[in-house]
Each structure stands twice: as C-alpha cells, then as structure tokens.
C-alpha cells in the first residue's frame, strides 16, 4: 500500500526538482528523510508501476513534436486488453478511463506531427478500434498540482498490492 511519505514524496517531486548538485538530498532534506530514502522509494514506486515516468516535461511543440490527446470507445470486455496495447506505446504520456461513450482518453507525444499520427495508426491497427484525434492548440493547466496526500489516491488494486 502506498505509504504517506510515499504520497508526500510524489506531491514533492510533481512540484518541480531542485537543479542542484545533490536534488534528491534537497528533497529528502525538505521531507525529514535520507537521500537515499528518496531515490529508493522513486526506484520501488517506477518499479511497481506506481509512478510511470519521472523526468522533465518540455514544450514538444518548441522543438518540432507534437502532443496529441486522442480518445477511443473502448467495448468494457476489452477495455484492459486495449490499455495494455495503449500503453505499450512509448509515445502515450498517459491514459485515463472515463465514464463516456469515448471513455478511453491517452496523449500522444512526438518528437513530429509525423511521428504522432503513425503511433495513432498503430493503436487503430493493433487495435480495430477508432482513434480521435485531438492535437493540442494551446496548454491549459500547466501548474496544476493535486496534494496526494491530503486527497488520497484511487488505485487499481494490483498496483495497491504491488506498492
């Protein structure tokens, strides 16, 4: 189960990461915890697939990618087959399940508008299933942070177990 220092830890790092010589001894010095604490819960948190990624995030459009929000009408007897092969994908950021008739929302990013729209034909391939395509026009909540901690988190009950 994933503990409240490991839900203050993901709050923390959501918020930015010091550029300094040692940025996880920063953060484990704001947390009351080692350095090696923080990069051992971050390895035990990507491991689990707790986390999926930790890194940067870049203005892709700057550098001539593209992001694309892309939505599917996934059947539910298939919707866990299909976020696998989704999410198998090195282009999708993330995926999220939604109670609609498109109720399978993803982005795509790439390194070109060329490179996004062949990953949206693999998953239309792979999958028989419709893709819509969203490309996005401008950014909207970019400093979006939720506490972790104070809300609680909703996981699936294997990544509870795996945590």
Request: hydrophobic share 50%; with cysteine; glycine share 6%.
């Amino acid at each position: 189960m994933l503990s409240l220092d490991d839900l203050r830890l993901m709050s923390r790092l959501h918020g930015g990461f010091p550029l300094t010589d040692r940025p996880f001894a920063d953060v484990a010095a704001e947390l009351g915890c080692s350095e090696d604490t923080v990069i051992e819960r971050l390895h035990h948190l990507l491991a689990h697939g707790l986390l999926t990624r930790f890194g940067p995030l870049f203005q892709i459009e700057r550098a001539g990618g593209q992001f694309v929000l892309a939505a599917m009408a996934v059947p539910p007897e298939r919707f866990d087959a299909v976020a696998v092969q989704v999410n198998a994908l090195p282009e999708v950021a993330h995926n999220y399940r939604r109670d609609h008739a498109l109720n399978m929302w993803f982005v795509i990013g790439a390194e070109s508008p060329d490179k996004a729209l062949a990953a949206l034909q693999r998953i239309e391939a792979q999958t028989g299933l419709a893709v819509h395509a969203f490309p996005k026009e401008r950014e909207f909540f970019v400093e979006l942070r939720l506490p972790l901690e104070a809300i609680g988190v909703d996981l699936p009950q294997e990544r509870r177990d795996a945590a």
